[in-house]
């Protein structure tokens, strides 16, 4: 992270810190249950003293204004000597925000604006200014008057832009911007709609939504801002208090006052909003970044409010200033997968992991709405049976998807499965490839992925063919592969039987065959990849339609993978036909490890004692390299610790994966509590794992071995 990250990160940690303590205090006031004002003041660092004083003595003159209490500069002097410029800068803002309409520069009720507007009474106020209800008396209609307090964004140009962008916006779902003019002392003032109702915010302190309720809200909410994004224009102030409901309790969004036009790449609105309900892009600065799936992480915060009844700022933010995905996820857990899944969705860090528009977060919740009342919760999740050190396959897919990290869609399919699933059962050339690459590094999962997580959920019009490379004769292995699923007669290589199937399947127009060609690194690295050679005239054999590909290698063969893709006229293009497995976060191999220790026994279903979730903690920071965990280390970890107390004693007993394998082959082969047998072949146990190993000076597995050769 740079400087400028940091210091990003600095200032909107202080900002939610000021902004959570201060509505501590005035929420205590409103109780008439307030401390003193230095007990609230103590709980910040002196970082944000000043700003926190300024801000909690403004709070503090309000409600002792409203008690009729009487207050002076001189009392907070005396409380606070070193601070009179900032006592000082209280007592302005609370005279300029709470004095009456000759302080404010504010129209009198009962005037006439530019000899049309009639101001009738106030609705509201805040930073920006006063909303009044106004009568129109050219139309005869109420409408809602928004005047500022002094001149917003730093000149009146920049209103009229704002005004200019609202005009884009007529949607039955959006407050109408009817007219934008001058007082007589210049400041530009705002006509709208007016929406006889209350506010979503008015409306969650009354009690929670329910399921249906908040579904259809949502997806309201979501098509009408797929509106304003098809118009470029970004909202980036999502929250309760900007979605007005009327009489019949239909969703009205407004305050498009921080709204920014795609086109606008100069950041100059880069990091406005409500810090509870902004997206991580927004938070750290990033205007540049900030895109409609900014509004869409907006809206899913809240979505999780209207569900849970928990208000966002319950939540945690990682250093990424992201809300923490599993404490989302945990209290998400008892609701209906798809809606819990959607919401996930709707809260990815990343935003390309996010749905790509507010229309399909519409149409999920449309379907996920209409699901039946036993739809499973996230929470029921399917018994892991652990299979040692061997890949998943088919017979794992009932449980495989829960070992994924999300986003998840409605349906609870991972994207890291759905992304091949759409992509290998289309038909259209256009929208899907010749030939796909899923590449990470070793051990992150590839095999399984493919095997029990995406064919098992593949069309019935594909036929997947699952051919592991070993780097001995691997053409030839293939060939036999083929014939085995069509009818070639006479000999021929493999390029002849590619394109003899690719033309049998254009004829029969049945199915297509899906070629899955695992670890391709070792047929790369025994067989060097030539631009005549038999793999490359092979692929290009695939045509997407009926026949097509993926290859599985591991992300350090990248170059050579590269030289092969572009012989055979592929480009790999990642989110295209080309996809990266990745290590899992800490947090997700926690939860693995967590279900594998179910599945021996060792932990309950739900883990909530405390001793359990610090044995996975501390295990996992035991396994992790960079942050990163092995989906492979995980693995041999708790194979490893089978048949141990899953304690913090036997996690003290060795320091990392390497030190509890010797401990492991120690135990077995050389304690005197080994079993007399094993000690007897301990020479032996080394010989054959010496044979196994890799070839010197490299890190690629070895030829496969028979029985009869590591007998010899």
């Given amino acids: 992270m740079t400087s400028s990250e940091h210091r990003s990160n600095d200032f909107v940690q202080a900002f939610a810190t000021v902004d959570q303590i201060c509505d501590e205090f005035e929420s205590d006031w409103k109780r008439k249950s307030a401390g003193e004002l230095e007990t609230y003041l103590h709980k910040a660092d002196s970082k944000i003293r000043k700003t926190l004083l300024e801000e909690l003595i403004v709070i503090d003159l309000c409600y002792r204004a409203k008690s009729d209490q009487a207050a002076s500069p001189k009392e907070y002097e005396t409380r606070f000597p070193n601070d009179s410029d900032t006592i000082s800068r209280s007592f302005r803002k609370f005279a300029v925000g709470n004095g009456d309409a000759e302080t404010w520069h504010m129209p009198a009720i009962g005037e006439v604006l530019n000899c049309r507007y009639k101001i009738v009474r106030e609705l509201g106020k805040g930073g920006f200014g006063k909303v009044y209800l106004g009568f129109d008396e050219t139309l005869a209609r109420d409408v809602a008057i928004k005047i500022p307090l002094q001149r917003h964004y730093g000149n009146t140009s920049d209103l009229l832009d704002e005004a200019k962008v609202l005009a884009k916006l007529q949607h039955p779902n959006i407050v109408s911007v009817f007219d934008a003019d001058r007082l007589d002392d210049g400041r530009v003032f705002f006509v709208s709609a007016f929406i006889d109702g209350q506010s979503l915010h008015e409306r969650l302190r009354t009690g929670k939504l329910s399921e249906h309720e908040a579904c259809a809200l949502i997806e309201t909410v979501a098509r009408t801002l797929e509106y304003a994004h098809q118009q470029n224009i970004i909202h980036r102030d999502v929250k309760p208090a900007n979605i007005l409901l009327d009489k019949t309790g239909s969703p009205h969004i407004a305050d498009f006052g921080l709204a920014l036009d795609e086109d606008d790449t100069t950041g100059r609105r880069a990091q406005g909003g409500s810090v509870d309900y902004m997206s991580p892009e927004q938070l750290r600065g990033e205007g540049h970044l900030v895109n409609r799936r900014s509004d869409i992480y907006s809206l899913g915060v809240v979505f999780y409010q209207l569900l849970t009844g928990n208000h966002p700022r319950t939540l945690r933010r990682n250093t990424d200033n992201c809300y923490d995905i599993d404490q989302v996820q945990e209290e998400l857990s008892l609701f209906p997968l798809p809606l819990s899944c959607i919401c996930l969705k709707m809260l990815a860090p990343l935003a390309a992991d996010r749905f790509a528009s507010a229309s399909d977060v519409a149409d999920a919740i449309c379907i996920a709405n209409g699901a039946p009342r036993g739809s499973r919760r996230k929470g029921e999740c399917a018994t892991v049976i652990p299979r040692g050190l061997r890949s998943y396959d088919e017979r794992d897919a009932q449980f495989f998807l829960e070992l994924l990290p999300g986003p998840y869609d409605e349906q609870g399919i991972p994207d890291s499965v759905r992304f091949w699933q759409q992509r290998i059962n289309e038909t259209d050339p256009q929208r899907t490839f010749r030939v796909g690459v899923m590449y990470g590094p070793s051990g992150c999962g590839k095999s399984s992925l493919m095997r029990a997580g995406i064919i098992p959920l593949l069309g019935e019009h594909v036929k997947p063919i699952f051919f592991e490379a070993r780097g001995d004769d691997d053409a030839g292995r293939l060939e036999d592969a083929l014939r085995e699923h069509f009818p070639i007669a006479g000999a021929g290589d493999l390029t ?95 939860r693995v490890l967590a279900m594998i220790g179910h599945a021996f026994g060792q932990f309950p279903l739900r883990l909530d004692n405390v001793e359990h979730l610090k044995f996975v903690e501390t295990a996992i920071q035991k396994v992790e390299e960079d942050g990163r965990v092995s989906p492979f280390r995980i693995v041999v970890l708790a194979e490893l610790l089978r048949n141990k107390p899953w304690t913090q004693e036997t996690l003290a007993s060795f320091d990392d994966l390497e030190s509890l394998l010797l401990s492991f082959f120690d135990d077995t082969f050389r304690s005197e509590q080994s079993h007399p047998h094993a000690r007897q072949h301990e020479a032996a146990a080394c010989r054959v794992l010496r044979q196994l190993l890799p070839v010197e000076g490299t890190d690629i597995r070895g030829h496969s071995k028979t029985y009869a050769e590591l007998s010899e």
């Fill in 496 to 590: 002849d039987m590619m394109r003899h199937a690719r033309k049998h399947l254009s004829e029969k127009r049945t199915h297509k065959t899906l070629i899955v060609i695992d670890q391709l690194e070792q047929w790369l690295h025994n067989q060097p990849f030539q631009e005549d050679g038999e793999l490359a005239r092979a692929l290009r054999q695939c045509d997407g339609k009926w026949l097509q590909c993926v290859v599985l290698i591991r992300a350090d063969f990248w170059m050579p993978l590269s030289r092969l893709m572009r012989h055979i006229d592929v480009t790999t293009q990642e989110h295209g036909n080309a996809r990266v497995v990745d290590l899992f976060s800490e947090k997700h191999a926690q």
